[in-house]
């Protein structure tokens, strides 16, 4: 989600925390110029969820969507006031599997445009295992910036 929301790929990831039962892991990916996305996981909470919020220099936006119902809520704040509304996000509905392996299909067997790209998998399992790095050795890990977007050195 950050890649796609930054339009670039990060350059380091540093983790701190646990990733066990019973502790909580932050995971912090730079993209440079600034842009950060910080990831909380709690292996503590009661239920699941999920939280995305963005921050901006006018603002910032939060969605909250509690799983697998995918019913949640969306709240605004700008310098004009809050706005919130009730979301609906299907996350786990009846189709969402069966949509995801119609899109697999018809890539493979149509060339359509892949509603997950090899890149996308690729840059999750590296920014993952530099979290696993950064957590075993308590450091910023670089992803290298020769990475094109398929996360190829």
């Given at each position: 989600?950050?890649?796609?929301?930054?339009?670039?790929n990060?350059?380091?990831?540093?983790?701190?925390?646990?990733?066990?039962?019973?502790?909580?892991?932050?995971?912090?990916?730079?993209?440079?110029?600034?842009?950060?996305?910080?990831?909380?996981?709690?292996?503590?909470?009661?239920?699941?969820g999920?939280?995305?919020?963005?921050?901006?220099?006018?603002?910032?936006?939060?969605?909250?969507?509690?799983?697998?119902?995918?019913?949640?809520?969306?709240?605004?704040?700008?310098?004009?006031?809050?706005?919130?509304?009730?979301?609906?996000?299907?996350?786990?509905?009846?189709?969402?599997?069966?949509?995801?392996?119609?899109?697999?299909a018809?890539?493979v067997?149509?060339?359509?445009?892949?509603?997950?790209?090899?890149?996308?998998?690729?840059?999750?399992i590296?920014?993952?295992?530099?979290?696993?790095?950064?957590?075993?050795?308590?450091?910023?890990?670089?992803l290298?910036i020769?990475?094109?977007?398929?996360?190829?050195?």
């Amino acid at each position: 989600l950050a890649r796609w929301l930054f339009q670039r790929n990060p350059i380091a990831v540093f983790a701190h925390g646990s990733d066990s039962p019973g502790n909580d892991v932050t995971v912090i990916i730079d993209f440079g110029k600034g842009d950060s996305a910080v990831i909380d996981v709690c292996w503590r909470c009661i239920g699941f969820g999920l939280r995305v919020e963005c921050f901006g220099d006018k603002g910032h936006v939060r969605r909250e969507i509690e799983l697998p119902l995918g019913a949640g809520r969306q709240t605004l704040v700008t310098e004009s006031g809050v706005q919130q509304s009730t979301l609906t996000a299907d996350v786990q509905g009846k189709l969402t599997f069966k949509r995801m392996l119609e899109g697999f299909a018809n890539s493979v067997l149509h060339g359509a445009h892949a509603p997950v790209s090899p890149a996308d998998g690729v840059w999750a399992i590296r920014i993952a295992e530099a979290a696993k790095e950064s957590l075993a050795h308590g450091k910023l890990i670089p992803l290298g910036i020769g990475c094109d977007q398929n996360g190829a050195r």
